[in-house]
């Protein structure tokens, strides 16, 4: 087996192993180096700060940030936040205190920018922090009072972000921003469609960029331009309006195709974006909120190919077939192993669906419930992510991604799982994330 190079072709991070949520703008969320699970004993440090969690990102060799929002779903008004974390501890050793949301409550992003600071999106605003401190050197307010998800680096090192909108809600708005006065580039895009999921992009051969956003029927494409985003004539659809299954989260680009799962619109997705502003409730929800409540449409969950030459040929299949399928977090296509990993959160199962003949074939499949979004090490062959168990704990699993054998399971410590992000920390561990739990694993 041979590796990929999967360098990224453009220089809007620091130079990081993980300067952004998934690794880099592909969301390929590979990792360098191995996590060797089989041969070490996983050791587990956890911290509980009443925080929503969303993910870990690294600068330099020892800097480390948390980024989050507040699970407010009532009473005081939330905010979000950035840490620089003892990797060890997880203890803040700076802090942003509380950053701007326009009081929605979403899981917003950072990175780590080439121009040395971290930036934060959150809800309609975003942030440039000095890196050290995480003082606030500018704060900017987005043009759409809505939550953005989603905060990527382009080659030129401008940013770009989105708006969060489900079907009906109109179109989606893309904002590309200038790094150091976070000053517009040029006016919004708005879509002819609504996106749910985050953003991706990568740059050709040729030197043409490309964004990739998640429509709730097709996969729009968009050109980058030094004074402007251009529409693109690639424009694959995965669903008809109102048909039985739900709305595509983020894609995986790699292998000359896109990878996306549908099904992902669910009840409380549904329940948060459709107040104003999104996830301020008059009382406490509670349970409303779960994840595990049964799913609006009667589709089974799907995993989608769109090859990105051919808007026509789009290929899908059902890995489990059960009615009423479900996620909250995207697939990963790991092209090494010809593996692409799929799962279905409301009715349990991960599967690895072999892409290396013509066609998408399941090659196994593991009984545990995955939530979040994983990490992949190609090097060792080995997949990172969470299971809610029948004990409602929320363990990390390791797993062979050419076999589906079950390789090492890690307590976080956390009973609540969501769909956030895994990050490696390089040294053989994890990072974890989730509602008031943080925790690294390692097996070095």
């Known amino acids: 087996m041979t590796l990929l190079d999967r360098t990224e072709p453009h220089g809007g991070y620091w130079s990081s192993s993980w300067p952004v949520e998934c690794g880099g703008n592909r969301r390929q969320k590979a990792a360098p180096g191995r996590l060797d699970a089989a041969g070490g004993t996983a050791r587990t440090t956890t911290r509980r700060n009443d925080r929503w969690n ?11 940030y948390l980024g989050g929002t507040m699970a407010a779903f009532s009473g005081p008004p939330p905010f979000g936040w950035v840490e620089r974390i003892d990797p060890d501890s997880l203890e803040p050793l700076a802090s942003s205190g509380e950053l701007q949301c ?6 917003g992003a950072i990175l ?14 975003l942030h440039r922090l000095d890196p050290d401190d995480l003082s606030i050197l500018v704060e900017r307010e987005l043009p759409v009072d809505r939550s953005h998800n989603g905060l990527l680096a382009l080659g030129d090192g401008t940013l770009i972000t989105k708006d969060l909108r489900l079907e009906g809600q109109g179109g989606t708005t893309i904002t590309r ?37 998640p429509g709730t029927e097709h996969i729009w494409r968009l050109v980058v331009e030094p004074d402007g985003l251009v529409v693109d004539d690639w424009q694959p659809r995965y669903r008809e309006p109102d048909d039985r299954w739900g709305l595509g989260w983020d894609i995986c680009l790699t292998d ?3 990878w996306m799962m549908d099904c992902g619109d669910i009840e409380s997705v549904r329940r948060i974006h459709q107040l104003e502003p999104n996830g301020r409730f008059r009382s406490p929800p509670g349970s409303d909120l779960s994840w595990r409540l049964p799913a609006p449409w009667t589709g089974a969950q799907r995993l989608i190919r769109f090859d990105l030459t051919d808007e026509r040929n789009v290929q899908t299949i059902e890995p489990f077939g059960t009615p009423g399928g479900g996620i909250i977090a995207p697939p990963v296509h790991v092209p090494e192993y010809g593996m692409a990993i799929a799962w279905d959160s409301i009715n349990g199962g991960l599967a690895g669906i072999d892409t290396s003949g013509d066609g ?30 029948k004990d409602r704990t929320d363990d990390v699993v390791v797993v062979d991604i050419a076999s589906g054998l079950l390789i090492d399971r890690a307590e976080t410590g956390s009973r609540i799982a969501n769909g956030m992000f895994l990050s490696p920390d390089g040294e053989g561990g994890l990072f974890y994330c989730t509602t008031s739990t943080l925790a690294h694993i390692s097996w070095a």
Not at 54 to 64: H, Y
Not at 193 to 207: K, P, Q
Not at 364 to 374: A, G, N, Y
């Open 102 to 107: 326009g009081d929605h409550v979403w899981c």
């Open 112 to 125: 780590a920018h080439a121009n040395g600071s971290i930036m934060s999106v959150n809800g309609s605003y």
């Open 256 to 258: 000359g195709a896109g």
């Open 360 to 389: 998408l074939e399941v090659s196994w499949q593991l009984d545990i419930r995955p939530s979040m979004q994983p990490v992949v090490y190609p090097e060792s062959g080995e997949l990172a992510i969470n299971d809610f168990t």
């Open 54 to 64: 969303v993910m870990v990102i690294r600068r330099d060799s020892e800097e480390w």
């Open 177 to 213: 921003v200038d790094p150091d006065t976070l000053e517009l580039v040029h006016e919004p895009l708005v879509l002819p469609e609504g996106s749910m999921g985050r953003i991706a992009a990568d740059i050709d051969d040729m030197g043409a960029e490309y964004i990739y956003v």
